[in-house]
């Protein structure tokens, strides 16, 4: 017996052409649909305070339903499944993931269809029920105050302006760094990142000072980067 034999014998024929009822098939893409579903509302709710993008939603929702198909039809045959890495292969993604959340649902809904495929419903569905409740909890979690961008136009006719707007910051503010520092010949502007609780104060005293022509406080959610 030649390897080639051999390796027919033990590899192709171990792996040929397994027989799929349709009933199966039924059973593992209605439980994928329900689970995509489920994704679907979950999806839309942890979405709720920012850019709700239903097109991306249902596309959560159908990639899991396909990624189940697709894994029943590798799972049946070895030819198809050289086959489908081929086709798939040829196949470029060029939208752009910009939330981080997006990706992991995206994930979510692929790792759902793949385990069903492959005939283990149940762990997906405690998959799913843990997950969620990760999310759940994760979301109960108080942020930490967001720092705030204190934005200040002034005119150089007080020389000492600068002096005094970072007065009125200290005295008002937790902490405080200044990010930019713009100079003309004939004004200035600043731009500082502080945290504090006084924020109205601080821009009502601020906009008395004789020179400041524009003060403007902002809240941002990172790194002022400049």
């Keep these: 017996m030649t390897f080639q034999d051999i390796f027919k014998h033990s590899f192709l024929e171990g792996w040929a052409n397994t027989t799929i009822s349709v009933a199966d098939v039924a059973v593992t893409i209605s439980v994928s649909a329900v689970l995509a579903v489920y994704i679907f509302f979950v999806y839309r709710w942890m979405t709720r305070s920012t850019f709700y993008s239903r097109s991306f939603n249902i596309s959560l929702a159908g990639v899991c339903v396909i990624t189940a198909a697709i894994i029943i039809t590798i799972h049946s045959s070895i030819m198809v499944s050289l086959g489908m890495v081929g086709a798939l292969s040829i196949v470029r993604f060029r939208t752009a993931i910009k939330d981080p959340m997006d990706l992991m649902?995206?994930?979510?809904?692929i790792s759902i269809g793949i385990i069903c495929g492959a005939g283990h419903a149940e762990y997906a569905i405690i998959l799913s029920v843990v997950l969620t409740l990760g999310i759940f909890a994760l979301e109960q979690i108080p942020?930490?105050?967001a720092p705030q961008l204190?934005?200040?136009n002034a005119s150089?006719?007080?020389e000492?302006?600068?002096d005094k707007v970072l007065h009125a910051v200290n005295k008002h503010a937790e902490s405080f760094s200044v990010k930019a520092r713009n100079l003309t010949k004939t004004g200035i502007n600043m731009t500082i990142e502080m945290r504090t609780s006084e924020g109205k104060a601080l821009v009502h005293e601020i906009i008395k000072l004789k020179?400041?022509?524009?003060a403007s406080l902002l809240e941002h959610d990172g790194e002022a980067v400049f």
Excluded: R
């Design 105 to 109: 649902f995206l994930f979510w809904s």
């Design 143 to 145: 942020d930490s105050k």
């Design 150 to 152: 204190l934005v200040v």
């Design 156 to 158: 150089l006719e007080d």
């Design 160 to 162: 000492e302006v600068e």
């Design 211 to 214: 020179a400041v022509e524009t």
